[in-house]
């Protein structure tokens, strides 16, 4: 059983203020066992937006929720015109030295798991085994009738096949994939139907208004209750979805530890806040640690 990193660390409720010191992030590693929980922080080196940081896409975009795709035909078509403009900017998007720091240090043993925000697929891509996809992921589609699950590559084909010609051009590509297109640029858009039973098919992710499955909220708290530590990387914790295990975590008296360049929600639970940009963040320690990034290039 692995001892909590000696962290000196009494909750007070007040939010830390932001640091550039690594030093407790490097001692919470070194001792091992660490659970990371990651937002979309980690993934705007590659390109892809967060929502709420400087310049995020909440500012200009408002996602889709769950009951709007349910409930409108209209809502659907301009959803999956949209997504499926995005896709293409998400196929193109490559981990970067956040996530290949993620990987490398799960490769040596400090990692108990990663529980990740994001629907990306940046932390497979790199190699980290076992992560916890708390939103899905845009790389699947499931049809809300039968429960068929496919490929989005396969649905991909057949938009291409359903609209031909479809070459908007975005004015930007959101966190969830959804690019910024007008109503004129949607058009006449075409949507496909589930090819088993013709029923409506949703990318298998979580929407805002739709509630994170219950089984998978408790394999991530099983995750937080076997952890020494939980590492926050890139998460605002805006959400209750990645808050809760950041309030579970600092209950039973684990050390919490942020880094993100802005203040977030779970802040006063924390040790420390790291200010700093990730992949630079996470290469330090690494180097630190002796472990080369280059080894969990994809």
Not at 162 to 177: H, L, R
Request: proline share 7%.
């Amino acid at each position: 059983m692995r001892m909590r990193p000696t962290l000196s660390w009494i909750p007070t409720g007040e939010a830390p203020p932001g640091t550039t010191d690594l030093e407790p992030v490097f001692s919470a590693l070194s001792t091992g066992g660490v659970l990371v929980l990651s937002g979309a922080g980690i993934s705007t080196e590659s390109g892809i937006p967060d929502y709420r940081g400087e310049g995020g896409s909440l500012r200009r975009h408002t996602p889709m929720t769950y009951q709007d795709f349910t409930a409108s035909v209209q809502a659907r078509r301009r959803y999956w015109a949209r997504s499926h403009l995005g896709w293409r900017t998400f196929g193109r998007a490559r981990p970067n030295d956040g996530h290949r720091a993620v990987a490398a240090f799960g490769r040596h043993g400090l990692l108990s798991g990663v529980i990740t925000q994001n629907v990306d697929g940046l932390h497979q891509a790199v190699g980290s085994d076992g992560v916890v996809e708390l939103h899905g992921s845009l790389a699947r589609v499931v049809c809300l009738s039968c429960g068929t699950c496919l490929p989005r590559r396969e649905l991909a084909g057949r938009l291409e096949e359903a609209n031909p010609g479809f070459e908007p051009v975005a004015a930007a590509v959101n966190p969830d994939g959804d690019a910024d297109l007008t109503d004129e640029q949607v058009g006449d858009f075409h949507v496909v139907d589930c090819g088993v039973c013709g029923g409506v098919l949703k990318p298998d992710v979580v929407f805002f208004g739709e509630s994170v499955p219950p089984a998978r909220v408790e394999r991530c708290r099983a995750l937080v209750r076997e952890a020494t530590s939980l590492l926050v990387l890139g998460s605002s914790l805006t959400v209750m979805s990645g808050l809760r295990f950041v309030r579970q975590a600092a209950d039973a008296g684990q050390p919490v530890l942020i880094v993100n360049r802005d203040p977030t929600r779970g802040d006063r639970h924390a040790l420390t806040r790291v200010a700093l940009p990730l992949g630079p963040a996470l290469t330090a320690v690494a180097d630190r640690l002796g472990i080369p990034l280059d080894e969990a290039a994809p």
